[in-house]
């Protein structure tokens, strides 16, 4: 199974911060690599798909790179909304596998 | 708008079993494939189960296999989760998911999410 490794594990940052997440897979899975949002209590939201493509409705901070097995999400100015946990998730393989999460708090 | 709403979870004993349902409305049902993706206790998310257009293919997780059966009724828009043996483990929240293709297997992006249902196991 592929596994997906997120670093860090959580950050702390100030409103108009330039945040970025990171994500890596155990072995290559091209560019089949989707970002989440998930705010306490909700359920959890697509941000960005194939690796750089933005999801209908999502704000053009977030942007995504990446290919391979080394992903990186990126909040261009962090915005009071956007506090919350970050997956990344596979889609290369039979059996979708998400990181284990990326917690963004406020400074 | 699109609608996924959850329903069927509880309290249970180990080894007792549940059924989860999920409504669907908003969009074509039988154009997609459905998941369950489920999410323990201050914990992280992992896919469980997921389920082709017309049902010719499915999917399980290692941690679920042999123990639930997904399955789903396109004239209902509705998606079901079968669970049997039930285990301390699978104290979760269940979330139903709908895909962006109609087939199961790889290439699964999850882009609606219901709000969840909440599987407790324990005596």
């Known amino acids: 199974d592929i596994q997906m490794t997120q670093s860090p594990s959580s950050l702390s940052a100030s409103v108009g911060d330039r945040v970025t997440i990171t994500c890596r897979a155990s072995q290559s899975i091209s560019s089949y690599l989707n970002w989440y949002q998930q705010k306490p209590g909700k359920a959890p939201k697509l941000l960005i798909y194939a690796a750089s493509s933005l999801q209908s409705g999502v704000p053009s901070r977030f942007s995504g790179s990446g290919s391979g097995t080394d992903f990186t999400l990126t909040i261009s100015s962090l915005q009071p909304e956007d506090f919350a946990t970050y997956y990344c998730?596979?889609?290369?393989?039979?059996?979708?596998?998400f990181g284990q999460g990326t917690k963004v708090e406020i400074k | 708008e699109v609608q996924l709403v959850e329903s069927g979870g509880g309290l249970v004993q180990p080894g007792r079993s549940l059924r989860l349902s999920c409504a669907a409305s908003g969009f074509t049902f039988d154009d997609y494939a459905m998941h369950w993706v489920r999410q323990a206790p201050g914990k992280g998310l992992e896919w469980v189960s997921g389920?082709?257009?017309?049902?010719?293919?499915?999917g399980y997780a290692d941690s679920v296999k042999g123990r639930f059966t997904i399955s789903r009724d396109n004239a209902k828009n509705s998606l079901y989760l079968q669970m049997n043996s039930l285990r301390a483990e699978d104290t979760a929240l269940y979330y139903c998911a709908k895909g962006t293709i109609a087939v199961a297997g790889d290439r699964q992006v999850f882009d609606y999410w219901g709000q969840g249902t909440l599987v407790t196991v324990s005596s």
């Open positions: 389920i082709s257009w017309n049902s010719g293919s499915i």
């Open positions: 998730q596979q889609s290369y393989s039979t059996s979708p596998a």
